[in-house]
């Protein structure tokens, strides 16, 4: 199954990494953030404009960084399977849990 990619407004294009382990007191991704209750990737891939990482979270986060937090590990799948508060089609993460999108070099 292939990894399906995003663009943001930018016209950058994210892969996603993976569902990782995130918390309020060390963010994985520590840039600028923003809560919407129509979350999709696409809204949060065109907030973050651009930065190297942005990343869903618990149905209607968004995150966005240069960096990701060295700590922050490689979850299950399972552990990611909130529903976008925009698209029910979408994994926005978990309580938790961050769905990581990393930038691709074109």
């Given at each position: 199954r292939s990894t399906p990619l995003y663009s943001s407004a930018a016209s950058d294009v994210?892969?996603?990494?993976?569902?990782?382990?995130?918390?309020?007191?060390?963010?994985?991704?520590?840039?600028?953030?923003?809560?919407?209750?129509?979350?999709?990737?696409?809204?949060c891939a065109s907030f973050c404009n651009g930065t190297k990482y942005f990343g869903v979270?618990?149905?209607?986060?968004c995150y966005c960084g240069a960096n990701m937090f060295p700590?922050?590990?490689?979850?299950?799948?399972?552990?990611?399977g909130f529903f976008c508060s925009g698209n029910k089609t979408q994994h926005c993460?978990?309580?938790?849990?961050?769905?990581?999108?990393?930038?691709l070099d074109m």
């Open positions: 994210y892969k996603r990494q993976g569902c990782y382990s995130d918390s309020p007191s060390n963010r994985t991704l520590s840039g600028s953030f923003t809560y919407n209750e129509k979350m999709t990737v696409e809204l979270e618990y149905f209607s986060e700590e922050s590990t490689i979850q299950p799948e399972s552990d990611c993460g978990g309580s938790n849990r961050i769905n990581i999108y990393t930038k």
